[in-house]
């Protein structure tokens, strides 16, 4: 026993020196590998894979972010639209300062102000792994407006169609958004208040952003006098036909980014299929006895739930090793468990 305890003390200075990949990860806890169970299911634990998997990551956050600033951008503030997120708010404190007060205030310094305090409540209530995302996210796309603001600088919409920038208003801002949001992050402003507001209520992300970004297009009317001229009514309804449209395409979109495959196979050949969805998937699997109603025949059923990649996979095995397989496929974008989004 003594020479035993040595030898984890000797261990455990070495331990500790391992460098963490956990501040890539998002928001989740990863789950912890239970002493005695197979390695099916379990997300890979090296270092090289787990920079990989956050390097990647980032990526599809910096694309992410690209995409709202753009949208902002290009044609959400020549526009004055005001259809949710701190770029509204900023739209609305800058028209409100400079008709009421005579200050000009450039809508990016208002972002950013907004966003900073935003961040500390982030940081407070999600921890520092979802902080992290964000916090890059939106000081990135503080960092791409201000520098389009000055190599690009636009004072008018850049077509005579508001419905038309409209859409690619919500193109830019609902996808971007729905990237980050599949990533464990958020670009800050009223995106913070949504995932708030989906933590503590049932409400999913597209209407939790409807509810938090909603309040900025009714005060946008008091701001804007939006009903006096054809224009500016048109410039209105275009912003409230906006916010519906873009909780709508969040939505969606995460549940195309999220998107599983479910296999429900009835087959004879039952250890075969396992072991092609255990070892060449690396994914785990369900088995269970099953009757045929008709010919009383005793096979098995398995249930698996795979990635797209993974689903062409099985599937071309399955044509191959047992052609005679009943086999359903259905989509599901919600999966619950080890190896998929803990509950």
């Not at 913070?192 to 900025?216: C, E, H, P």
């Not at 398995?302 to 399955?318: D, E, G, H, S």
Request: aromatic share 10%; with cysteine; glycine share 6%.
């Amino acid at each position: 026993m003594e020479e035993k305890d040595l030898q984890n003390a000797k261990k455990s200075p070495k331990e500790k020196k391992r460098i963490s990949f956990e501040w890539l990860n998002g928001i989740e806890e990863k789950p912890k590998k239970i002493k005695g169970t197979p390695d099916v299911n379990l997300e890979p634990q090296t270092k090289r894979a787990k920079f990989f998997k956050g390097l990647w990551s980032y990526i599809l956050i910096t694309f992410g972010t690209a995409l709202i600033a753009c949208g902002i951008y290009f044609f959400k503030f020549p526009n004055h639209f005001t259809m949710g997120g701190v770029s509204s708010f900023a739209v609305l404190a800058t028209e409100f300062f400079s008709r009421f007060f005579g200050i000009a205030i450039s809508e990016s310094v208002i972002m950013s102000i907004a966003n900073v305090i935003l961040l500390i409540v982030a940081l407070l209530i999600f921890g520092k792994n979802f902080a992290i995302k964000t916090i890059y996210s939106s000081m990135l796309l503080n960092v791409i407006v201000l520098g389009l603001e000055k190599v690009l600088p636009i004072n008018e919409p850049l077509t005579t169609s508001p419905f038309l920038e409209m859409l690619l208003t919500i193109g830019g801002i609902a996808v971007g958004s729905a990237i980050l949001f599949s990533q464990g992050a958020s670009s800050g402003g009223t995106d913070i208040i949504a995932m708030i507001l989906k933590r503590f209520t049932n409400l999913n992300t597209g209407t939790a952003l409807f509810v938090a970004d909603a309040i900025i297009v009714v005060l946008a009317p008091f701001v804007f006098n939006s009903f006096a001229t054809k224009e500016m009514t048109t410039v209105f309804l275009c912003s409230a036909t906006g916010l519906i449209l873009k909780s709508f395409i969040v939505d969606n979109v995460i549940d195309g980014i999220n998107m599983n495959k479910c296999f429900i196979i009835v087959t004879t050949k039952e250890k075969e299929v396992c072991d092609f969805i255990n070892n060449e998937l690396h994914r785990g699997a369900t088995v269970s006895k099953c009757e045929g109603s008709f010919s009383h025949i005793e096979k098995k059923m398995i249930i698996a739930v795979l990635n797209r990649q993974q689903a062409t996979m099985l599937k071309l095995f399955l044509k191959q090793t047992d052609p005679n397989a009943f086999t359903i496929i259905t989509n599901s974008s919600d999966i619950l468990g080890k190896g998929f989004r803990i509950v």
